[in-house]
C-alpha cells in the first residue's frame, strides 16, 4: 500500500514546478554529432557506394547503377544466364547464424538457470571464467577448433587410434554419418562440414548466452519456483511453466543479439565451412578486399544483408507482440 | 482434516545447527503459530514440513503416515510465502488455478473453482488482473486462495503479513483467522509478531535458538510464561532482580511478596516478572506497595503507559484511558502494588 501511495506522488510534480530539464543541450548535441558522423554518414556511404561503377582494371567510380543489385539477385549474365550464387550466399549467412544462435542459447540456458541458483559466490566465479573467455578473439578460438576437428591430427585421429571407427563401422552408424557427411571412407570428419561451422560459431557465441541470461534467471524470485513445487510442480514442470514464461522475451532477445553477431562471422566460415556454402560475410569481404576489388558490388551484397536482417527482426518482433497480445 | 507430528525433527547447516531435535504435533483443524526472533529456526521447521527442506534427522508423520521423504510436490501443502511469490506473467485466475492446471483439471472446471476461491478471499471480481496491478493486500489474498485452490491437507503460512503495512496487517489477521475457522484446516503460521501470533492463533510454539522453548494457548503462554525470554518476547513486562530470603524476595530495601512459591532455596537470585496492566495504582500503603514517581506518560490512546522511578527500580504500568485525559503527571508521586498473584519468579540470568 505504502509503495502504492509513493508512485502516485512522484508522478504527480508537485504544483508551481517546472518539470526539471531531462538532458543538458550540450550532452545532446555531442550525441548528435556522434550518432551522425559514427553511424548515418558511413552507412549513407555505403548505400552510395552500392550504386558505383566498377572499372575493370581499376578501382570504381561514383555512379548510379543498379547492376550490383542486379547481379545480386540474378547474376551479371542476366537475362542470358540466370545464377543464385548471392541468394545461396545470404541464405547460408541466415542458415548458419540461425542454428548456432538457438544452439547457443539451448545449451547456455540450462547452464545460466544451474549457476543463478548457485551461492553468491561460485555464479562470481563462473562470471569472471566466462568473462575472460569472452576476451578470446574470433581467430584464436576459431585456430583451436581447427586444430581439434582437423582430420589429421584431431578428434579423427582420436576415433581411429580407440577404434571408435572401426566400433562404428560395425555397428552401422558410420553408413549413417557418412549420410550426414561427417565421415569419408576411411574416418569421420569434421571438415569441411556445416557441423564444424555451427558447433564453432554457437561456442563463440556461448559466453555471451551466459552472460545475457544470467540477469534475468537469477531476478527470479526462488520462493516463485518453491511456490509451484508446493502446489505439486515436479522439477520439469517447474522449469517449464514459470521459469521459461517468466524469461521468455530475455530468450528472444538473446537470440536475436547473438543472431545478428553471428550474420557476421568470417574466420569460423572460411575455415569450416564448405566453399560452395560459404556466406555472404565471407562474399563481401572477398569483394571489397579480396582479389575482385570490387567495392560498389560488396556494398550491394552488405545492404542486402542488412535490410533482409532488419526484416527478420521486424518479422519476430511482430509474432512477439501478437503472442503478447494474445495471453 | 489431518494433523502433523513431528519426531525428533532436526536440521543442520554445516556446522550450525538452524533446529535442534523437536517433538511437535499440529493438531487437526488448528491454527498453531511458530514464533520467535528471525533466526530461531522457525522459518526452517515449516519448510521442512512443506518438503522444500530435508531434514537431517527425525520424522514427519501427516495422520500416521510418514512422509518424511516425499517432496514437495508430492506432500502438496499450500503454502503462503514472505513475498507472496505470485505468478507475474499469469493473471489473477490463472494464479489461483495453477495447481489445478498442472495436475490436469479442465479449463472450465479451473476457472469455476478460482471464482470461488476468489470470492471466499473477498476478490470476486479481480480474476483478469494481473499480479503487477494489484496492491499488496490484494496479492495476499490471490496468494492464500491459489495456495488453498488445491485443497491442502496443511496450509502453511510463512510470515504472511510481513510485506504489508501495519493497519491493513491487523485486518488481515482477523479475515485469515475467520477464513481458517471457516474452513477448519489444519494451519502453521510462521511469524515474528507476538501480536500477530496472540490474534490468530489456538496454540503458539515459542522459539529460541532451534528449540522450542514453550508450546501453548495464547492465554497461558501470556500469562505463565515458562522462561524468562518467552515472558520479555511476549508482551511488555517488568523485570525486577532480588533475591530469595524465607520465602519472600529481597529487592534493595524492599520485600516482595510472590503467589508462586517454586523451590528456591534461600539467597538465589531471582528475577521477577509482572505484566505493566496488572499493576495498581493505590491509596495507601499494604502489601507489595512502594512510592514511585513518575517520569514520563505515554499515550497509546486506548491507555496510558506510566513509566516510573522506583524503590526496586524503573516500572513501567498501564491504565486503560477511560475519561481521555490522564489523570496522572509527569512529575507525580503515586504509589504503587504489584500483588502478589501478578508475579512471576524466574532463576536471574547469569551475570
Given at each position: 500500500m505504502t509503495?502504492?501511495v ?6 504527480t ?6 518539470p526539471p530539464q531531462r ?5 545532446n ?11 548515418i ?9 552500392s550504386f558505383?561503377?566498377k ?5 570504381w567510380r561514383?555512379s548510379f ?5 542486379l547481379?545480386?539477385f540474378?547474376g551479371?549474365?542476366?537475362?542470358d544466364t540466370?545464377t ?6 545470404l541464405w547460408?549467412?541466415?542458415?548458419y547464424a ?7 542459447v539451448?545449451?547456455?540456458f540450462?547452464?545460466a538457470?544451474v ?9 562470481t566465479l563462473w562470471?569472471v571464467?566466462?568473462?575472460s573467455?569472452?576476451?578470446l578473439?574470433?581467430?584464436f578460438v576459431v585456430m ?5 576437428l582437423?582430420n589429421?591430427?584431431g578428434l579423427p ?12 563401422k ?6 549413417v554419418l557418412?549420410e550426414?557427411g ?8 569434421f571438415?569441411?562440414?556445416?557441423f564444424?561451422?555451427?558447433v564453432t560459431?554457437?561456442y ?5 548466452a551466459?552472460?545475457?541470461l ?8 526462488n520462493?516463485?519456483l518453491e511456490a ?8 520439469l ?11 521468455r522475451?530475455?530468450v ?12 557476421g562471422?568470417y574466420?569460423?566460415?572460411t575455415?569450416?565451412?564448405h566453399p560452395?556454402?560459404?556466406t555472404?560475410?565471407v562474399?563481401?569481404?572477398d ?6 576489388m570490387?567495392?560498389p558490388?560488396?556494398?550491394?551484397q552488405a545492404i542486402?544483408l542488412?535490410i533482409?536482417?532488419?526484416l527478420v527482426l521486424?518479422?519476430?518482433w511482430m509474432?512477439?507482440?501478437?503472442t503478447e497480445a494474445l495471453? | ?13 554445516g556446522?550450525d545447527?538452524?533446529?535442534?531435535p523437536t517433538?511437535l504435533e499440529?493438531?487437526d483443524g ?10 530461531c529456526g ?5 519448510r521442512?514440513?512443506?518438503g ?5 534427522g527425525?520424522r514427519?508423520?501427516?495422520d500416521?503416515?510418514n512422509?518424511?521423504d516425499q517432496p514437495a ?12 511469490a505470485l505468478?507475474p ?5 490463472d494464479?489461483?488455478?495453477y495447481?489445478?492446471k498442472i495436475?490436469g483439471?479442465?479449463k472450465e472446471?479451473r476457472?469455476?473453482r478460482?471464482q ?7 476478490m470476486p471480481?479481480?480474476?483478469?488482473r494481473?499480479?503487477?496491478?494489484l ?6 489474498r490471490?496468494?492464500?486462495?491459489r495456495?488453498l485452490a ?10 504472511p503479513?510481513s510485506a ?13 483467522r ?5 474452513l ?5 503460521v ?12 489456538d496454540?503458539?510454539?515459542?522459539m529460541?535458538?532451534?528449540?522450542v522453548?514453550?508450546v501453548?494457548?495464547?492465554d ?10 518467552v515472558a ?6 517488568n523485570?525486577?532482580?532480588?533475591i530469595?530470603?524465607?520465602g ?5 530495601n ?5 503467589a ?7 539467597g538465589s ?14 491509596d495507601n500503603?499494604?502489601?507489595?506497595t512502594m512510592r514511585g514517581?513518575?517520569?514520563?506518560v505515554?499515550?497509546v490512546?486506548?491507555?496510558f503507559?506510566?513509566?516510573?522511578t522506583t524503590?526496586?527500580?524503573?516500572l513501567?504500568i498501564?491504565k486503560?484511558?477511560?475519561q481521555?485525559?490522564s489523570?496522572i ?6 504509589l504503587v502494588q504489584?500483588p502478589a498473584?501478578s508475579?512471576k ?6 551475570a
Open positions: 509503495t502504492t509513493g508512485v502516485e506522488s512522484s508522478t510534480p508537485p504544483p508551481g514546478l517546472a538532458r543538458l543541450p550540450l550532452a548535441t555531442i550525441f548528435c554529432v556522434v550518432v551522425v558522423s559514427f553511424c554518414i558511413p552507412f549513407l556511404l555505403v548505400i552510395a557506394i558505383g561503377e572499372i575493370e582494371g581499376a578501382a561514383w547503377d543498379h547492376s550490383n543489385y547481379r545480386f540474378v551479371a549474365d542476366w537475362p540466370r543464385t550464387l548471392y541468394i545461396r550466399r547460408f549467412s541466415f542458415y540461425i542454428i548456432a544462435s538457438v544452439l547457443a539451448a545449451t547456455a540450462p547452464f538457470y549457476m543463478s541458483r548457485q551461492s553468491r559466490r561460485s555464479q562470471l571464467f566466462l568473462l573467455a569472452v576476451s578473439s574470433e581467430v583451436g577448433w581447427d586444430i581439434l582437423s589429421r591430427s585421429m582420436v576415433f581411429k587410434e580407440t577404434g571408435l571407427t572401426d566400433w562404428l560395425t555397428s552401422g552408424w558410420f553408413e557418412r550426414w561427417l565421415a569419408n571412407p576411411r574416418n569421420v570428419r571438415k569441411p562440414t556445416d564444424a561451422t555451427i560459431m554457437s563463440l557465441v556461448w559466453p555471451y551466459v552472460i545475457l544470467y540477469p534475468a534467471l537469477a531476478r527470479i524470485d520462493s516463485m509451484a513445487r508446493t502446489m505439486g510442480a515436479p522439477p514442470t517447474v522449469l517449464r511453466t514459470v521459469v521459461l514464461p517468466s524469461v522475451l530475455p528472444i532477445g538473446t537470440t536475436l543479439i547473438l543472431f545478428v553477431f553471428l550474420l562471422s574466420v569460423a566460415i575455415v569450416f565451412a560452395s556454402r560459404q555472404l560475410a562474399s563481401v569481404y569483394s571489397v578486399r579480396g582479389a575482385t570490387n567495392a558490388f560488396g556494398a550491394a542486402v542488412l533482409t536482417a532488419v521486424l518479422i519476430v509474432i512477439g507482440r501478437r495471453q | 482434516m489431518p494433523g502433523v507430528s513431528l519426531q525428533q525433527i532436526n536440521k543442520q547447516f556446522n545447527t538452524a533446529v535442534s517433538d499440529f493438531n488448528e491454527l498453531t503459530a511458530l514464533l520467535g526472533p528471525s533466526g522457525k522459518t526452517t521447521l515449516i521442512m514440513i512443506a522444500l527442506e530435508t531434514p537431517s527425525g514427519i508423520l501427516l500416521g503416515q512422509i518424511t510436490h508430492i506432500r502438496r501443502f499450500g503454502m503462503v510465502f514472505q513475498s507472496f505468478f506473467h499469469l493473471t489473477v485466475t494464479n489461483v488455478g495447481s489445478l495436475n483439471v479442465g472446471q476457472e469455476q478460482a470461488e476461491l476468489l470470492d471466499l478471499v473477498q471480481q479481480f480474476g483478469k494481473r499480479i503487477g496491478e496492491s499488496g493486500g490484494q496479492r495476499q490471490v496468494a492464500i486462495a495456495a488445491q485443497q491442502p491437507s496443511i496450509f502453511l503460512l510463512d510470515e503479513m504489508l503495512d501495519a493497519k491493513l496487517r491487523e485486518e488481515m489477521q482477523v479475515e485469515l475467520l477464513l481458517q475457522q471457516r477448519g484446516i489444519t494451519t502453521i510462521v511469524t515474528h509478531d507476538q501480536r500477530e501470533a496472540m490474534t490468530m492463533a496454540r503458539i510454539v515459542v529460541k535458538k532451534g528449540q522453548e514453550q501453548g494457548t495464547p497461558e503462554i501470556y500469562n505463565n510464561p515458562a522462561s524468562l525470554f520479555s518476547f511476549i508482551g511488555k513486562a523485570f525486577i532482580n532480588g530469595i530470603r524465607r519472600t524476595v529481597i529487592v534493595g524492599n520485600e516482595l511478596a510472590t508462586d512459591k517454586p523451590g528456591f532455596i534461600d537470585s531471582v528475577t521477577l516478572f509482572s505484566r505493566p496492566e496488572r499493576c495498581r495504582i493505590v500503603t499494604g502489601e507489595n514517581e513518575v517520569t514520563y505515554r499515550n490512546g486506548s491507555l503507559e506510566y513509566h516510573l524503590d526496586i527500580g524503573p513501567i498501564e486503560p484511558n477511560l481521555g485525559n489523570p503527571t509527569k512529575g507525580q508521586q503515586i504489584l498473584d508475579i519468579t524466574f532463576p536471574a540470568l547469569a
